[in-house]
């Protein structure tokens, strides 16, 4: 298969791109900083998705991972992680020879915690992904999102260093623990290279999370 994955060089982007690769697909990332990653089946594109006329030309993309995305609490995050996705998916992924489409949500989504921007851009990517689903139907293809919540990359190191911090984070979750990216990386997989029927729904992956609650009585 033939796989765009944006932001490609680091955290979740990095896994999702060693596991497409490890299980011979023709990867292409797509991202703002060079990557170190070097595999006979992988291309790799320094281009910005805010830019939709820097976008290189990568023909007959089968499977697209909308994953680069950013958290600065301004407009960029809105630029970067709404109008990039939809960017790249105007280009690489409206056509018949599409099979599935990933988006990268988070589970700031669902809560509406962390920074408003950031919240907002990823709730829109939400909502993005059930109208990408009902445009691609037409060609057999799907289109989901996942939504994780905390998971240990280096853009989360000031809190995971940060012991006051991270014994508060610990107890919001029923599961004492944050997600390693080659979790995400497995879900990211199975849901557009195996999934064939489920379409136009978000997986949460964040420990329990928004499931916790304390009974009072």
Known sequence: MRVLITGSSNGIGRAITEKFTKNGHDVFGLDLSPSDFSEHNYTHFIA??????NLPDI????ILVNNAGVQTNSLDDI???LIGVINTTKKYGLHPK???ILNVVSASAHSGSEFPYYAASKGGVLSYTKNVALEIAKWGAVCNSISPGGVLTALNT??????EKWEL??????LRK???PEEIAEWAYFITVVNRSMTA???LIDNGEIAKANFIW
């Not at 910005?48 to 006329?53: F, G």
């Not at 984070?169 to 029923?174: D, G, K, V």
Request: hydrophobic share 30%.
């Open 48 to 53: 910005d998705v805010r830019n939709p006329e």
């Open 59 to 62: 023909c007959d993309v089968q």
């Open 79 to 81: 630029n970067t992680n």
């Open 98 to 100: 599409i099979t599935s």
């Open 158 to 163: 000031p809190v995971i260093d940060d012991k």
């Open 169 to 174: 984070i610990m107890n919001e979750t029923l």
């Open 178 to 180: 944050w997600a390693e």
């Open 201 to 203: 729904e978000d997986i």
